[in-house]
C-alpha cells in the first residue's frame, strides 16, 4: 500500500495533481484511487489496509451503485415473504426519497459525511423528521443487505445510528410527545355522543373498536368464529393488511383475548342477522362480503358519526350559504385504540382502580410491557403524593 503524488496533462493541456494510492486488493488485483488531497488519501489507504486484512475491502470499480443495490434489496425482502406492506413502503422510500437524490452514487462512496449531507438534502427537500429517521432505517436495511452480498464494506448508516445512540431515541421522544385526552384521545363525554349517534352497518364496528381496543386491521379481519358472543369474548388470531390479504397478527402478542361489554355483545347478535355473508366468514365485511376498506370505515362510519355528535372542530371552511363547514375533531380509528386504553387504565369498578400495566399490555396486544408504559404509562393515576406524605408523617409520629 502506497501513498503519492502524481501529476498528469489533461486533453486540453491543463496540468493536474492528485495523490494516488496504490494497492492490491484481498484477491491479488491491483488498484489505483486518486483524491485531491493527500489527508483523504492517508485516511482511504488505512481504513482500506484494515478491510483487506479482514477479507471485507471492495474497490470502487466493482461497486454497485445505490440505485442498483437498492433493487436487490426489494428483491430479497419480496424472496423473503415478507409483508406486501413493508415491500411497499421499502419501494416508496427507494423511489421518492433515496433514488432521487443519491441512486447513482456509488456504495464504497458513503460515508457518515455524505449519510449527513443526505439527510441535509433531505431536510431541505421538505421531508419532515419523522420521514428522514425511516429513511434512513430504510437506507441502513438495504446497505446491510449489501454487505452480506459483499458489495460493500462499510455500513455509514449504522455507524452514524451507533454515534448517535441515546441521544437520538430521547429527541425523538421529545418530539413526539406524549397523547393528550381531549387531543389524541377522545374524552368520555365525547365517546358517549359519538355511541350515541352510531348508524347502520358502522354501528356494530365501530362499538367493537371503542370497547375493545382492536386495530384496524384486526376489525377488518374478525370473523365470526372468533367471537362468542354467550360468554362476551373476541380472539384476534388474524388480521387484513392494507391490500385486503388475510395473515397473522402484528406480533405473536397480536393473538389475545378480549372482553366484550353487554352493549356490544348485543349489537353483534343483531347484526350477526344482518351481515352480508362471504367466503371468509368476515364479522365486519363489505356489501360484498370481502374485506372492508380501512378508508370507508372511516369517511363512513367515524367521520359522519362525529360531525352528527357535534365532536367537530372550526375548519375555517364555509359553504354556499355562508354556514360553516364542520370537520371530525378525531380522523383516525387509532384515536378509539387510544381511548380504550385509557379507559382500560382509569376506569372505576366497584370502587377500584384501573387495570394494572401488564393487563393493560395483554389487552392492547402489545409486544412488551415497555411498549404500553412508553404509549401509556403517563396516564395511569398516581395518587395524592401530599395525603401519602401527610400519612407517613402521622404513623411516624404517632
Not at 341 to 368: F, K, T, Y
Request: charged share 30%; glycine share 10%.
Amino acid at each position: 500500500m502506497s501513498v503519492r503524488k502524481r501529476q498528469w496533462t489533461t486533453a486540453k493541456g491543463e496540468v493536474r495533481e492528485g495523490w494516488v494510492v496504490n494497492y492490491t486488493d484481498a484477491k491479488g488485483v491491483r488498484r489505483l484511487k486518486t483524491f485531491p488531497r493527500k489527508r483523504e488519501a492517508d485516511a482511504f489507504a488505512a481504513a482500506a489496509t484494515v478491510e483487506i486484512r479482514d477479507g471485507v475491502h471492495v474497490a470502487d470499480s466493482v461497486s454497485v451503485t445505490v440505485k442498483s443495490a437498492g433493487a436487490m434489496w426489494i428483491a430479497t425482502a419480496e424472496a423473503a415473504g415478507l409483508e406486501r406492506t413493508t415491500v411497499a413502503q421499502y419501494g416508496q422510500h427507494k423511489r421518492l426519497h433515496i433514488d432521487p437524490f443519491i441512486g447513482s452514487w456509488k456504495l464504497s462512496s458513503l460515508s457518515i459525511p455524505s449519510i449527513r449531507e443526505f439527510e441535509d438534502t433531505l431536510r431541505t427537500e421538505g421531508r419532515s423528521p419523522a420521514m428522514i429517521r425511516k429513511v434512513l432505517v430504510s437506507l441502513g436495511t438495504m446497505i446491510a443487505d449489501a454487505q452480506e452480498r459483499g458489495l460493500t464494506a462499510r455500513n455509514p448508516v449504522r455507524d452514524v445510528r451507533v454515534r448517535r445512540g441515546g441521544k437520538e431515541r430521547c429527541a425523538e421522544r421529545r418530539q413526539k410527545g406524549k397523547l393528550r385526552v381531549g387531543v389524541h384521545i377522545p374524552r368520555t363525554d365525547e365517546i358517549k355522543a359519538i355511541v350515541g349517534a352510531l348508524e347502520g352497518r358502522w354501528r356494530p364496528i365501530l362499538l367493537t373498536a371503542i370497547f375493545t381496543g382492536l386495530r384496524a386491521s384486526e376489525l377488518r379481519g374478525l370473523r365470526w368464529s372468533d367471537l362468542d358472543l354467550d360468554r362476551r369474548e373476541l380472539r384476534v388470531e388474524q388480521r387484513a393488511d392494507r391490500f385486503n390479504d388475510i395473515g397473522a397478527p402484528k406480533s405473536e402478542s397480536g393473538e389475545r383475548t378480549v372482553p366484550l361489554p353487554p352493549l356490544v355483545a348485543n349489537a353483534l347478535k343483531e347484526w350477526r342477522l344482518a351481515c352480508p355473508k362471504g367466503e371468509l366468514g368476515l364479522a365486519f365485511p363489505n356489501a360484498a362480503g370481502g374485506v372492508e376498506s380501512h378508508h370507508a370505515i372511516r369517511s363512513r362510519g367515524l367521520i359522519p358519526a362525529q360531525i352528527r355528535a357535534g365532536i367537530t372542530i372550526d375548519t375555517g371552511e364555509v359553504d354556499k350559504e355562508g354556514a360553516p363547514i364542520p370537520a371530525a375533531k378525531y380522523t383516525g380509528l387509532h384515536a378509539l385504540r387510544h381511548f380504550y386504553a385509557s379507559w382500560c387504565i382509569n376506569r372505576l369498578a366497584d370502587g377500584g382502580l384501573g387495570l394494572p400495566l401488564n393487563l393493560v399490555q395483554e389487552r392492547m396486544g402489545h409486544a412488551s410491557v415497555v411498549m404500553t408504559s412508553d404509549v401509556y404509562g403517563h396516564l395511569f393515576p398516581t395518587g395524592d403524593d401530599g395525603e401519602e406524605m401527610a400519612a407517613a408523617e402521622r404513623a411516624l409520629l404517632a
